[in-house]
C-alpha cells in the first residue's frame, strides 16, 4: 500500500495511483479548527509563533484523521508582516489579518523591509518544517506561500493597488518583481528546511477581480516566476485560485504548477472538461464542512471523486468552528472506498 507522500508523489508526476489523495495544504487552507486544538491542547495564537508548537498542530491534523500532510503556517500574513506591515494575530477562531499597511503607492516599493528569512515568523515556519522533518518520514510536508497578487494587496490598500495596475503599469511591475522575489526567498527556505510541496493561495488574484488581461499579466505571470524561482527536482507545487473559473480557463491552463486547486464555486466536471491533462485538487465545500453533517460531507467528497478531482481537499480554508468529525468525515469516505 502507498504512503500518504508516496500516493500524492505520484498524482504529480502523472501516474493513477489506488485513490486520489486526500490533503489541505495550510496557510490560507487553514486546517486547524478548534475542536482539534482541543483534543490535543495546543492552542491559536500562541502555535504561529512557537515552532515547537506549530509543528505539533501539524501533525494532529494527520494523527486525529483528517488528511494525509503536515501544512504550515496556519495563515497568509507571515509574508506581509515581514515585509512592514501590523498584523493582528487572532485568537482561537479568527485567524491573523493585517490591520496596517506599509505602502499607499506601488511606487512605495522602496520602504518595503525584505524578507529575512533567519528571523521573525518567517523563522518559526521553516523551524516548524524542520522538526516535521526530523520527526516524520511518510507523510508530505506542505510549505506554504501567500501568492504574489494577494501579497501586494496585503501591504497597501487593495483598492489603491488594482487601480494603479492600470494607471501606474511600470512602477506595478517592479513593485510586482519586489514581492515576488520576496516570496521565493521564502519558498525556497521552505524547501531548504524539508518541505516536498509548496501550496501558493492566491485569493486576491482571481480572473473575476482582476479580468483575464490583467489576470494574465499579474497574476499567472508572477505565480510563474514564484514557480520559476522554487524549482527543484522532484518538488510538488499547488497553486489555488479563488473565484469562477469561467472567464480564464485558457489563462490558468498557463499556470506551471504540479496541480492546480479551486474553491467550491468552481464545478470540477466543468474545470476537468476545459483542463483535461491536469492534475486537479478540490473542492469539498467548507460551509458543508462547517455547518452539515457527516453525511453530506461523504456525499459531496465521492462527487468530487466521480467528477475527475485527483487530490481530494476543502475547497478553502476551514472554518474554525467546523466539528472534527465532518472533518474526519472526508477520509473516512475514501478510506472506506479502499475496504
Do not use: W
Not at 12 to 26: M, S, T, V, Y
Not at 179 to 187: P, R, S, V
Not at 239 to 248: K, L, T
Amino acid at each position: 500500500m502507498l504512503t500518504p507522500k508516496e500516493r500524492l508523489k505520484l498524482i504529480f508526476e502523472g501516474g493513477h495511483p489506488d485513490r486520489p489523495a486526500c490533503i489541505c495544504p495550510g496557510g490560507m487552507m487553514n486546517m486547524v479548527t478548534k475542536d482539534l486544538m482541543e483534543e490535543v491542547q495546543v492552542y491559536l495564537p500562541e502555535a504561529h509563533t512557537d515552532a515547537r508548537k506549530m509543528a505539533d498542530l501539524a501533525k494532529a491534523v494527520y494523527e486525529k484523521g483528517c488528511f494525509e500532510n503536515f501544512g504550515v503556517p496556519f495563515c497568509m500574513t507571515v509574508e506581509a508582516e515581514e515585509m512592514g506591515a501590523k498584523v493582528d494575530m487572532g485568537t482561537n477562531i479568527y485567524e491573523p489579518h493585517v490591520v496596517e499597511y506599509v505602502i499607499d503607492s506601488v511606487s512605495e516599493v522602496d520602504r518595503l523591509t525584505p524578507v529575512d528569512v533567519t528571523r521573525g515568523r518567517a523563522k518559526v515556519v521553516t523551524d516548524a518544517i524542520r522538526i516535521l522533518k526530523e520527526e516524520t518520514k511518510d507523510v508530505p510536508i506542505v510549505g506554504n506561500l501567500t501568492g504574489p497578487v494577494s501579497t501586494a494587496s496585503s501591504v497597501m490598500e487593495p483598492v489603491n493597488f488594482y487601480k494603479e495596475l492600470r494607471k501606474k503599469n511600470e512602477e506595478a511591475h517592479r513593485y510586482m518583481e519586489f514581492i515576488t522575489d520576496q516570496l521565493i526567498a521564502f519558498g525556497r527556505a521552505q524547501i531548504e528546511a524539508g518541505a516536498d510541496v509548496i501550496a501558493i493561495s492566491d485569493p486576491s488574484g482571481t480572473g473575476e477581480i482582476l479580468g483575464p488581461k490583467y489576470f494574465e499579466e499579474f497574476a499567472v505571470t508572477y505565480i510563474n516566476r514564484l514557480l520559476g524561482g522554487l524549482q527543484k527536482e522532484k518538488l510538488g507545487t499547488i497553486v489555488h485560485i479563488c473565484g469562477q473559473m469561467s472567464p480564464v480557463y485558457k489563462e490558468i491552463n498557463e499556470v506551471k504548477s504540479s496541480a492546480l486547486s479551486f474553491d467550491s464555486i468552481v464545478p470540477m466536471k466543468e474545470a476537468r472538461k476545459h483542463l483535461p491533462d491536469r492534475v486537479l485538487m478540490g473542492n469539498v465545500s467548507t460551509y458543508a464542512l462547517e455547518f452539515g453533517d457527516p453525511e453530506r460531507v461523504k456525499m459531496l467528497t465521492k462527487s468530487c471523486i466521480k467528477s475527475g478531482s485527483d487530490i481530494i481537499a476543502p475547497a478553502c480554508g476551514l472554518g474554525m468552528k467546523s466539528p472534527l468529525v465532518n472533518i474526519q468525515a472526508i477520509l473516512a469516505c475514501m478510506q472506506e472506498d479502499e475496504k
